[in-house]
Nanobody, 118 residues
C-alpha cells in the first residue's frame, strides 16, 4: 500500500522559510514524477512544483524563484524548500505522484498546513 506522508508545515512570518518533506513508501519512488500541490480555503487545488525521475523541475509562476523542489531517491523523499513566503502562500500543501503505486492515477498525501502571518 502506497503512503505519502508530508511533514514540515507550520506557522511562519511573511518573508520566512519552511521546508516540506514527503516520505514515500510502498511504491516505486525513483522512477516516478513527484510533486507538490496546494489548496487554500475556498480555492481549487493548484500545482506548485513537480520533479521528474531525471530531476527536471517545473514550477507555478507564483512560486518561481522562491520555492525549490528536490528529491532524494535513496530516502524515497521529495522536498519543497519555500523561501520568502507570502500570506498568499498560506494553504494546505499536498504531496503528489502519478503512478507511484503501479496504477496510472494520482496518489496524494494527507496534506500539511502552511500558515503565513503578515
Amino acid at each position: 500500500q502506497v503512503q505519502l506522508v508530508e511533514s514540515g508545515g507550520g506557522l511562519v512570518q511573511s518573508g520566512g522559510s519552511l521546508r516540506l518533506s514527503c516520505a514515500a513508501s510502498g511504491g516505486v519512488f525513483s522512477s516516478k514524477t513527484m510533486g507538490w500541490y496546494r489548496q487554500a480555503p475556498g480555492k481549487q487545488r493548484e500545482l506548485v512544483a513537480t520533479i521528474t525521475s531525471g530531476g527536471h523541475t517545473n514550477y507555478a509562476d507564483s512560486v518561481k524563484g522562491r520555492f525549490t523542489i528536490s528529491r532524494d531517491n535513496a530516502k524515497n523523499t521529495v522536498y519543497l524548500q519555500m523561501n520568502r513566503l507570502k500570506p498568499e502562500d498560506m494553504a494546505v500543501y499536498y504531496c503528489w505522484s502519478w503512478g507511484i503505486g503501479g496504477v496510472l492515477r494520482d496518489y496524494w498525501g494527507q496534506g500539511t498546513q502552511v500558515t503565513v502571518s503578515s
